[in-house]
């Protein structure tokens, strides 16, 4: 799609974002690199319209794959949305998800615009654009002809061309083996909330263990004051006397260096632990906001409920004597 219809795209999907409605179209979307109409998918054809850009990064091998982490989803990039008349409608939860299709790239043509997330798009970083998978979210994609993997950042929407299931940056294709000849079959496999937590806790020091996250759904949350949410900082797996002059057992499920992430992630806790029947409080303490729940009479009491969390969301929660 090339001239006054690539232009009269990008201008409907200027006026449908200066209204708000975005549950009719892809959020952010203002390209289709792959919608061709009338004609048959043509392999390289990204890199005959496209291809790198003028100065490259010298080791392109050495940018490092995408970091898996838990973000709050975007406000409006997971609303459903139409493009050339086709209907889709993004997941809304982190969960298992796998397909195999071919994988396409975009980049210079696009390098610098605005994504679905709002980021502008960077052809060198390790990012990816899938129609229907959470934004943000990260996901696995590999080359079955080659073995070769890559770890991307989900932040945009497409590939919007029959056959094709995700839209790789430029550095992730190329590190896929496929840059030239615009497109080849892979399989994308969805990182899931379990797999984040065990990657964070092999990343972090022996001598700091991690409160383990939440593998439930990780469902959308209001715009945050930070930009991303880390759900866990290191807490001591052990009792923690916090006031010698309170009385009680609780349950310790997080520790955060900012408030607006305690806050968050308590706002997940409560939807996903809707039995609950004490509150989580957010305790500031030793530069940390702590969630708190409780109190319990005894460490007996408080541990059937946080067999049941464990049972629930794999979270391991703490023993903390107030």
Not at 55 to 83: C, G, Q, T, W
Not at 278 to 285: D, F, T
Not at 286 to 296: I, K, T, V
Request: glycine letters at 8%.
């Amino acid at each position: 799609m090339k001239g006054p219809a690539l232009a009269l795209l990008a201008g409907l999907a200027a006026l449908l974002s200066g209204c708000g409605t975005l549950g009719t179209r892809a959020p952010g979307i203002e390209r289709a690199p792959d919608a061709q109409t009338g004609s048959a998918p043509r392999p390289g054809a990204y890199y005959k319209d496209d291809g790198p850009g003028d100065n490259p990064p010298s080791d392109l091998e050495a940018i490092a794959d995408a970091e898996p982490k838990l973000e709050p989803l975007h406000r409006f990039a997971n609303n459903p949305y139409n493009v050339l008349g086709q209907d889709y409608v993004p997941l809304r939860t982190l969960q298992a998800y796998r397909e195999r299709g071919r994988g396409s790239w975009y980049g210079r043509k696009f390098h610098g615009q605005r994504t679905s997330s709002g980021e502008p798009y960077d052809m060198y970083a390790m990012t990816a654009a899938h129609p229907v998978l959470p934004i943000p979210s990260y996901a696995r994609v590999t080359n079955p002809s080659n073995g070769r993997s890559v770890v991307v950042r989900i932040n945009d929407r497409g590939p919007f061309h029959t056959g094709r299931v995700i839209d790789l940056s430029y550095t992730a294709a190329w590190k896929l083996g496929y840059v030239a000849n615009g497109s080849a079959p892979v399989e994308v496999e969805a990182i899931t909330p379990k797999e984040i937590a065990s990657l964070a806790a092999r990343r972090a020091p022996d001598a700091a263990p991690q409160v383990v996250v939440a593998e439930a759904d990780v469902r959308a949350l209001p715009p945050a004051a930070a930009p991303e949410a880390r759900p866990f900082d290191s807490t001591p797996a052990t009792a923690i006397p916090v006031d010698a002059q309170a009385s009680g057992v609780y349950l310790q499920l997080g520790a955060f260096s900012a408030r607006a992430n305690a806050e968050n992630f308590r706002s997940r806790l409560n939807a996903q632990l809707a039995w609950l029947d004490r509150a989580i409080e957010i305790l500031q303490r030793d530069g940390l906001f702590r969630l708190h729940l409780g109190p319990y009479r005894d460490r007996a009491e408080a541990g059937g409920i946080a067999e049941r969390i464990r049972s629930a969301l794999n979270l391991e929660a703490v023993f903390v004597i107030r």
